[in-house]
């Protein structure tokens, strides 16, 4: 295996994979941009990608996204082809390509639904083209490479998403500089549901960013107690204190709905998730549709939430840790 820096010329490529996990935030997005730490978690839902070299030159992508999750109230998908999706990500400006490719990506997250598909897809295959040229870039380059396709989707993102796809496991996050790794005492019994309403993070943060220059007091109260819930979320993983951890992600969610960022399809999901047994429930990710997040004190009060949240529309995913991030290899 070479180093990043010499073989950044070499025009050898041979297949490889590179798989990536999705995300869930259980603290503090949207605060984050503003400076607030954010608690992120990586999940068994991955994007994988498989790179192999062809004759000639360009990048021919095919893609299964589940795009579906995108279709509108005609059925129409709001984008019409997976390649579409896939050319934001500007890959020959993240990886010099100077021979031809074809990339493949298989993505299991729901897209625009606060799982970190993009970041994931993204790191994904950063990863392997890396990888097929015989590059095996450090956590910390595909960080910062992964903001070239991010900023262009999102605008300016924190970076969160996509440190918790590379990463894994469970980070708290301020900023690029300041990602620390939380050990959570045991893995929270968690679900994720859809509204199957879908959003675009760029307007959402973009009108949060806004609105906190308009009502700054407000704000500074919002990001005070964004830190703190911040922290004893972080305190309560590690000390496996189930009970505290849902009260938290219940005042982060209403916190959320202050700031415009919920939708009422969220909020009923999140009172429903409660009413079933649920110790704490809130929006994750941009917001404005989505998906919410629930914890859960046992399996068995998961597998009910899960059913409730269904018949009510939503479409509820029993998510776990995942604990390896990025990783790339030979094919
Ligand atoms: O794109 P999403 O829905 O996964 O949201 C990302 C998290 C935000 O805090 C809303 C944006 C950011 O850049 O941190």
């Known amino acids: 295996m070479r180093s990043e820096e010499s073989s950044r010329s070499t025009s050898d490529l041979s297949p490889a994979t590179a798989r990536a996990p999705g995300k869930v935030i259980l603290a503090g997005e949207h605060f984050v941009v503003l400076g607030a730490p954010a608690v992120a978690m990586a999940i068994d839902l991955y994007s994988q990608v498989q790179v192999i070299p062809k004759n000639g030159s360009g990048v021919s992508i095919t893609a299964d996204i589940p795009l579906r999750f995108l279709a509108g109230k005609s059925g129409n998908p709001l984008v019409p082809h997976p390649g579409e999706l896939l050319r934001p990500l500007q890959l020959k400006r993240v990886v010099n390509i100077d021979h031809g490719l074809w990339v493949n990506v298989e993505c299991e997250i729901p897209v625009a639904a606060g799982l970190g598909s993009s970041a994931s897809t993204t790191v994904a295959i950063i990863s392997a083209i890396a990888r097929s040229k015989g590059i095996e870039l450090s956590k910390k380059k595909i960080f910062e490479l992964a903001f070239v396709p991010e ?181």
């Not at 005492?185 to 220059?213: E, N």
């Not at 990710?285 to 997040?293: P, R």
């Open 151 to 331: 900023n262009f989707l999102h605008g300016k993102p924190s970076g969160v998403d996509q440190a918790t796809c590379i990463y894994g496991s469970m980070i708290q996050f301020s900023r690029p500089s300041n990602v620390k790794t939380i050990r959570p005492k045991k893995d929270p019994v968690l679900l994720v549901c859809d509204t199957g309403i879908h959003h675009t993070t760029r307007t959402l943060v973009g009108g949060v960013v806004q609105k906190s220059k308009r009502e700054k007091k407000d704000f500074q109260n919002y990001l005070a107690k964004v830190r703190e819930i911040s922290g004893r979320v972080a305190k309560s993983l590690r000390e496996g204190d189930d009970e505290e951890l849902g009260i938290l992600m219940n005042q982060n969610h209403e916190l959320l709905r202050k700031i415009g960022v919920s939708h009422p399809k969220l909020d009923h999901l999140v009172e429903v998730a409660r009413r079933a047994g649920a110790l704490g429930a809130k929006l994750t990710g941009a917001g404005g549709g989505g998906c919410v997040v629930v914890l859960n004190p046992s399996r068995i009060v998961r597998d009910r939430v899960a059913r409730v949240l269904r018949r009510e529309g939503g479409t509820p995913y029993k998510i776990s840790m995942d604990t390896s991030g990025v990783e790339s290899r030979p094919a």
